[in-house]
């Protein structure tokens, strides 16, 4: 395995625990704070620098069933970082979460987590 791929891989694992603990964070306190957006925020960054890694470290197109999986988990995350700083900025600090984008936020963690799933199950039958 290239070792860009290798890196990338550790990245999205750190990425996967970031956004978990901001995903998770704001689902069970129902609070959009400091804590979540900075979480969600560095699950989305660590989330770009690992998929750059990959796609440069990978023999294949990205154009693949866990490509489109993993491009479309990371546009439902980003809108969720999004969503959460407007939410943040505009309500200030400690701002309750509405219902609406706790049922987003947990959604847009599962599909995350199938997207994570995927690509490592594609790793580990190859």
């Given at each position: 395995?290239?070792?860009?791929?290798?890196?990338?891989?550790?990245?999205?694992t750190?990425?996967?625990?970031?956004?978990?603990?901001?995903?998770?964070?704001?689902?069970?306190?129902?609070?959009?704070?400091?804590?979540?957006?900075?979480?969600?925020?560095?699950?989305?960054?660590?989330?770009?620098?690992?998929?750059?890694?990959?796609?440069?470290?990978?023999?294949?197109?990205?154009?693949?069933?866990?490509?489109?999986?993993?491009?479309?988990?990371?546009?439902?995350?980003?809108?969720?970082?999004?969503?959460?700083?407007?939410?943040?900025?505009?309500?200030?600090?400690?701002?309750?979460?509405?219902?609406?984008?706790?049922?987003?936020?947990?959604?847009?963690?599962?599909?995350?987590?199938?997207a994570?799933?995927?690509?490592?199950?594609?790793?580990?039958?190859?």
């Amino acid at each position: 395995m290239n070792p860009l791929a290798i890196v990338g891989a550790f990245v999205i694992t750190l990425s996967f625990l970031a956004y978990g603990i901001g995903s998770i964070s704001l689902v069970r306190f129902n609070i959009v704070g400091r804590i979540v957006v900075a979480f969600l925020s560095m699950g989305v960054i660590l989330d770009i620098i690992a998929i750059t890694l990959m796609i440069l470290g990978s023999k294949g197109s990205p154009f693949t069933l866990h490509g489109f999986l993993g491009a479309t988990a990371f546009i439902v995350m980003l809108v969720d970082a999004i969503w959460s700083w407007k939410m943040y900025i505009a309500n200030g600090r400690d701002s309750k979460a509405r219902k609406n984008h706790i049922i987003y936020t947990k959604a847009a963690y599962g599909f995350w987590v199938v997207a994570y799933l995927t690509g490592s199950l594609i790793v580990i039958w190859r």
